[in-house]
């Protein structure tokens, strides 16, 4: 059982540049979600999903869309980087939303952009 | 607005030493109350979970407790070993299960 898992593990961006952060769940798990984790702050939410073909926003959307195809994979999509989204992404997933059921996060993905 | 603040920022203790971590929130109407342990460029691990009813939770080396009045948690690290060295995480969930994220405190067990 893998849980959940991120692709890749790190990466450097130029301003400008675009690329997708893969994330995959084994657990069946209908909600899943991305946050940013700045140093010395919380992990804030950036999008979630509460099922396939469902997603919203987070705390903190701009600069981000996701879709989720199907029930295992919430792909991140970076547009147009800028050195603000210079951070460590996790993916995570719950079997229901609130903190009841806990949610597995992934191993993270580094992200700089210079 | 829900916050969660975390304190100390930062400590360093001796191995086979204990430590207490707290968290201060201000989310209401709260629903429940994790505690995360966050190894070095590893994700969130849950460590414990309270509902607002619970004064007091162990799991192992790690007791939690909560006074809902004062809006208050801690984690209380027993007998430290050095896979202790993390980052410890306080996590809050009002009813309409938003999530607020403390920053963390950071413990260093030294030998």
């Known amino acids: 059982n893998a849980g959940v898992t991120q692709t890749p593990k790190f990466r450097i961006l130029k301003i400008g540049q675009s690329m997708t952060l893969q994330c995959t769940q084994d657990?069946?798990?209908?909600?899943m979600y991305w946050y940013r984790q700045d140093p010395g702050m919380g992990l804030k939410l950036i999008y979630y999903?509460?099922?396939?073909?469902?997603?919203d926003k987070g705390e903190v959307p701009n600069g981000y869309n996701v879709s989720r195809s199907t029930t295992e994979d919430f792909p991140l999509r970076l547009e147009l980087a800028a050195p603000s989204q210079t951070s460590v992404y996790f993916c995570?997933?719950?079997?229901?939303?609130?903190?009841?059921?806990?949610?597995?996060f992934g191993p993270g993905t580094r992200l700089t952009v210079t | 607005k829900n916050q969660v603040e975390q304190s100390p920022q930062s400590l360093i203790i001796l191995e086979g030493k204990n430590c207490t971590l707290q968290?201060?929130?201000?989310?209401?109407?709260?629903?429940?109350l994790r505690w995360y342990k966050q190894d070095t460029g590893r994700g969130p691990v849950s460590l414990t979970i309270?509902?607002?009813?619970?004064n007091t939770k162990s799991n192992g080396r790690y007791t939690a407790t909560l006074d809902a009045d004062t809006k208050q948690s801690s984690l209380h690290i027993t007998a430290s070993q050095l896979s202790d060295s993390a980052s410890y995480i306080c996590?809050?969930?009002?009813?309409?299960?938003?999530?607020?994220f403390g920053a963390g405190t950071t413990v260093t067990v030294r030998a």
């Open positions: 996590v809050v969930a009002p009813r309409d299960y938003k999530l607020s």
């Open positions: 995570a997933s719950s079997y229901a939303p609130g903190l009841a059921y806990e949610q597995y």
């Open positions: 309270m509902t607002f009813s619970e």
């Open positions: 657990m069946n798990h209908n909600y």
């Open positions: 999903s509460v099922g396939a073909g469902i997603t």
């Open positions: 968290c201060n929130y201000t989310v209401s109407p709260f629903s429940n």
